[in-house]
């Protein structure tokens, strides 16, 4: 099921963006709680993240993130991330479904993501979901704590 994230989901949250095996994927260099927690009431405030829970558990979490006006049928889907304990169970498609469900329902027509050209596990689950390659963003994220630039892959999905 996905939901809005609220204040009780802050240490599940901060602990997929700060899990040494997800930080490097997702937007934001390690940091500690007090350094996180507006981040976080800024996410809240935009209503830009959710949680996708099984029986009630949350299990994973992603932002959607809608543009406006000609594109206003077009969201951005970023901070993609399973929890370690629920990794390799299937979760990750079953969620990228729940995605497409949710975005159906708020009337979008297309979802766009970027990806690491290393985050194989990744590209996998979205090309399973139906995700279409559109390109490649070269030097797109850079990684502040190894100084590195990483490519990005362009995805997306049209809801028909």
Same mark, same amino acid.
């Given at each position: 099921?996905?939901? !809005?994230?609220?204040?009780? *989901?802050?240490?599940?949250?901060? +602990?997929?963006? =700060?899990?040494?095996? #997800? ?47 000609r ?9 993609? !991330?399973?929890?370690?304990? *629920?990794?390799?169970?299937?979760? +990750?498609?079953? =969620?990228?479904?729940? #995605?497409?469900?949710?975005c ?16 194989e ?40």
């Amino acid at each position: 099921m996905v939901t !809005a994230a609220n204040y009780s *989901h802050f240490d599940f949250i901060y +602990g997929l963006y =700060m899990h040494p095996d #997800i930080n490097s994927f997702l937007l934001y260099e390690p940091m500690d709680t007090a350094d996180f927690q507006p981040i976080f009431e800024q996410l809240l405030a935009r209503k830009s993240v959710f949680v996708y829970s099984v029986d009630n558990q949350p299990v994973g979490m992603f932002k959607l993130l809608p543009f406006t006006h000609r594109s206003s049928h077009v969201v951005y889907l970023g901070g993609v !991330a399973i929890d370690s304990a *629920h990794a390799g169970k299937g979760f +990750g498609i079953k =969620m990228m479904e729940a #995605i497409i469900e949710y975005c159906k329902q708020k009337g979008f027509l297309r979802i766009e993501l970027s990806v690491a050209v290393t985050n194989e596990k990744a590209i996998h689950v979205y090309e399973k979901a139906g995700f279409i390659k559109e390109g490649v963003l070269r030097k797109y994220t850079h990684l502040k704590q190894e100084d590195i630039f990483v490519d990005e892959v362009l995805y997306s999905y049209l809801i028909e």
